[in-house]
């Protein structure tokens, strides 16, 4: 995936790689140059470095607040259990949204991590079950906007950065084509 907010000078440490089945997204995110541990904690899901991603199954460029259609799915690379050492994927709640998604068991959403000696690998899974609306065949385009967030090394987004609402307001997002 690129990171257009290089063009706003924005840092690039993260390689992210997304792709798509009728039975889900599949994420891949491997993060470089850190010099400290990740900070994680899964009471602070906001607060946490990870990677966010955006996602309306509908498409509605058109709309400034998040629908039943938009989620926000969160990874994070330590800070589950009693140590914090397992890896985290949660359905966050998205500020200010008009409906909810379905509600998604973090077991529902397939996680892996790998510690690296300068970062980490995270891998994921969006199973179509726990994205509402998600209908590729019906519905080919979906808006998306990601950011890998570390306390040490910034923001790496798709798009706009932390300055504008990314967060909440779907028309900021970008949108992607899901070919055959």
Known sequence: ???????????????????????????NVTVNGKR?????????????????????????????RATQY????LWMPAGGGPQRERPVAALVPIN???????AVSAKDLSIAAFPRHDGYQLSGLIP???LTGFDPK????????????DRELGWQTLTLGPEYPVAEDPSLWGE???GK
């Not at 257009?4 to 992210?16: H, N, S, T």
């Not at 990740?38 to 955006?54: A, I």
């Not at 938009?70 to 799915?73: G, L, P």
């Open 1 to 27: 995936m690129p990171s257009f907010g290089a063009l706003g000078d924005r840092p690039v440490f993260a390689d992210v790689r997304m792709a798509w089945h009728t039975a889900g997204i599949g994420i």
């Open 70 to 73: 938009c989620h926000r799915f």
């Open 176 to 178: 992607a084509a899901l």
């Open 128 to 130: 179509a079950s726990a």
């Open 138 to 149: 019906d519905q080919p385009r979906i808006s998306l906007y990601y950011a890998v967030i």
């Open 96 to 102: 200010r949204s008009r409906g909810n998604p379905k």
């Open 36 to 64: 400290q541990v990740p900070w994680c904690r899964e009471t602070r899901l906001d607060e946490s470095d990870g990677f966010h991603v955006w996602i309306d199954t509908r498409c509605s460029p058109g709309i400034h």
